[in-house]
């Protein structure tokens, strides 16, 4: 395997991980009694809020609803296609 497809297949694989990731921060933000203080939580929190912020900068709030990893998850996605069809070049 040549270096550079490596490289993109590790950089797919780790988008496709974020992604879940996201996604799980997003659901247990509906649940309000969840203490993120717990270290799953904690951490959780800590590697997704500051991607989150990038775009919560943007987009504030609009009727308590909060749409900003709506377009976290766009961009992720759109990212994880170009590198997938880059996959198949290669």
């Known amino acids: 395997m040549e270096p550079?497809?490596?490289l993109v297949q590790s950089l797919s694989s780790f988008v496709s991980i974020y992604l879940a990731l996201l996604f799980i921060r997003v659901i247990l933000?509906?649940?309000p009694t969840i203490d993120w203080s717990n270290p799953f939580f904690s951490t959780l929190s800590q590697l997704?809020?500051?991607y989150l912020n990038l775009f919560r900068?943007?987009?504030?709030p609009l009727g308590g609803i909060d749409f900003s990893p709506l377009l976290a998850f766009?961009?992720?996605q759109f990212l994880q296609s170009a590198l997938s069809s880059a996959v198949g070049m290669a």
């Open 74 to 76: 766009l961009l992720l």
């Open 4 to 6: 550079v497809s490596f």
């Open 57 to 60: 900068r943007f987009v504030p």
């Open 29 to 31: 933000s509906w649940f």
């Open 48 to 50: 997704t809020d500051p």
